[in-house]
């Protein structure tokens, strides 16, 4: 389904195309009907930000966001693993079920990067795809969550991925504003980041590379003969 490609975009680091293709997933996500109208119009102030905001701050906002607070990164098994080597094991199985269905990331980018793992659901049936998102359901929502208590249009995503994933309603998640201000808290920031890495630099075990701001939609390519 071209919806979980439309969502693969909207959560990659802003470019002059994604912009471009505004109309074009807005169109995608109106013609394949998978969310109720309410969750449909939920991300309508962030496609209209994308149109009208300048580049730039757009950038520097996703930056912020995702590449700034760990408990916000697009890393999925950030969230489960940390940086311990049990995420190294658990990215190994990702790729894993990326190639068993004929498919391998082009790029640096991690296999547990969201918008990577949605473009392959987009290859999916549904109900797989549904079953495969409602495995990161409970760190979607604490996203969400996290999301809405900072007033990002970007948590709309994350509430409309929950949805598909079936699991609206099942789980709510609490933010307080101390955990928000912590968060950025500057001082809490570096000690954050300081953590002994689990790879060293150039490690390729996994087929990813370091995490750096200005991500794009990864491409899945099939292997020949598939």
Not at 17 to 35: G, H, R
Not at 130 to 154: F, M, N, Q, V
Not at 169 to 175: I, L, N, P, T
Not at 192 to 197: D, F, K, R
Request: glycine share 8%; aromatic share 8%.
């Amino acid at each position: 389904m071209k919806s979980f490609k439309v969502f693969a975009a909207l959560l990659s680091y802003p470019e002059a195309a994604l912009i471009e293709a505004v109309p074009e997933l807005e169109s995608v996500l109106d013609t394949e009907k998978l969310l109720r109208p309410k969750t449909r119009r939920a991300l309508d102030p962030l496609l209209a930000e994308l149109r009208a905001a300048d580049l730039m701050d757009l950038q520097e906002g996703y930056v912020g966001l995702f590449d700034r607070v760990r408990t916000l990164s697009l890393h999925l098994f950030e969230h489960v693993h940390g940086e311990s080597r049990d995420r190294g094991q658990a990215m190994v199985e990702l790729n894993g079920l990326y190639a068993r269905h004929g498919f391998r990331l082009e790029g640096n980018e991690l296999p547990d990067f969201l918008p990577a793992f949605l473009e392959f659901l987009s290859y999916r049936p549904l109900g797989e795809a549904s079953e495969l998102l409602a495995d990161t359901a409970h760190i979607l929502e604490a996203i969400a969550a996290r999301l809405k208590k900072r007033g990002s249009r970007y948590g709309a995503v994350f509430e409309a991925l929950v949805v598909l994933a079936g699991q609206a309603g099942k789980a709510q998640s609490v933010v307080s504003d101390e955990e928000i201000r912590a968060e950025d808290d500057p001082a809490t920031l570096d000690k954050v980041w300081q953590e002994a890495p689990a790879f060293g630099p150039g490690s390729q075990d996994c087929g990813g590379g370091q995490q750096k701001a200005g991500h794009a939609v990864m491409q899945f390519h099939r292997r020949a003969g598939t």
